[in-house]
C-alpha cells in the first residue's frame, strides 16, 4: 500500500518560496497522477495542481502561475515549488495520488501527513 | 464550478441516519467524490464517482445522486463516523471542494 512522507520549510517570510517534498513509498512514482491540495480554516480545500503520467502539468489558475510541480522519479518524490508567497498562501499543504482510470472519474486515494506552512515576516 | 454543502453542521446522535447535500453548480455527470476528515487528521476518500464505497468504508456510508445534485448517507451512524465530510467534483479543472459539513 502506498505511503507518502512529505516535508519542507514550516516558516516562510514574504516573497520567498516555498519547497515541499513528498517521497513515495510502497510503489513506483511513474506511471500515476499526483495532487497537491492545501487547506485553511477560513478558505478549507483548495486544489493546487496535478501531474499527470506522462509529465503534464494542470494549475489552478489561483495562483497566477506561481506554482510548480515537477516529480524526479529517480527518487521517487514529488515536489511542490510556489514562489512570492504571502499570508495568504499559510496552511496545510498535502501531496496526493490520484486514483485515475479510464473506466471511474478520478478521485484522491492517498493523501500525505500534511505540512503546516506559516508566512509571516 | 462550485459546490454548495449543507448543511454546515450538523448534531446527532449514534444510531441515527443522517444525510448531507451537495450541489453543483453546473453538471458534473458523476464525477463527484466525498472524503471524510478527524481532527489532525488528513482527509479520506469514502465515496468515489457518486456512489462507489471505496475499499475499507463500512457500507452504512452511501451515497447517490448525478448532475448537480448528491447526497452522502450515514445509517446508522456510530461514534467513528463524528468527523467532518467534504464533497468534491473532478468533472473540470480546477478541481473544487464544498466546504465541509461537520457532523457532531
Known amino acids: 500500500q502506498v505511503q507518502l512522507q512529505q516535508w519542507g520549510a514550516g516558516l516562510l517570510k514574504p516573497s520567498e518560496t516555498l519547497s515541499l517534498t513528498c517521497a513515495v513509498h510502497g510503489e513506483s512514482l511513474s506511471g500515476q497522477q499526483w495532487s497537491w491540495i492545501r487547506q485553511t480554516p477560513a478558505k478549507g480545500l483548495e486544489w493546487i495542481g496535478e501531474i499527470n503520467p506522462s509529465g503534464s502539468t494542470y494549475y489552478n489558475p489561483s495562483l497566477s502561475g506561481r506554482v510548480t510541480i515537477s516529480v524526479d522519479t529517480s527518487k521517487n518524490q514529488l515536489s511542490l515549488n510556489l514562489n512570492s508567497v504571502t499570508a495568504a498562501d499559510s496552511a496545510m499543504y498535502y501531496c496526493v495520488k490520484v486514483s485515475s482510470t479510464t473506466w471511474s472519474p478520478e478521485y484522491f486515494h492517498t493523501w500525505g501527513q500534511g505540512t503546516l506552512v506559516s508566512v509571516s515576516s | ?104
Do not use: H, M
Not at chain 2, 14 to 21: A, F, H, K, S
Not at chain 2, 22 to 27: G, I, K, T, V
Not at chain 2, 35 to 62: F, L
Open chain 2, 1 to 104: 464550478i462550485q459546490l454548495t454543502q449543507s448543511p454546515s453542521s450538523l448534531s446527532a446522535s449514534v444510531g441515527d441516519r443522517v444525510t448531507i447535500t451537495c450541489r453543483a453548480s453546473q453538471s458534473v455527470s458523476d464525477s463527484l467524490n466525498w472524503y471524510q476528515q478527524k481532527p489532525g487528521q488528513a482527509p479520506k476518500v469514502v465515496i468515489y464517482a457518486a456512489s462507489t464505497v471505496q475499499r475499507g468504508v463500512p457500507s452504512r456510508i452511501s451515497g447517490s445522486g448525478s448532475g448537480t445534485d448528491f447526497t452522502l448517507t450515514i445509517n446508522p451512524l456510530q461514534p467513528e463516523d463524528f468527523a467532518t465530510y467534504f464533497c468534491q467534483q473532478s468533472y473540470s479543472i480546477p478541481s473544487t471542494f464544498g466546504q465541509g459539513t461537520r457532523l457532531e
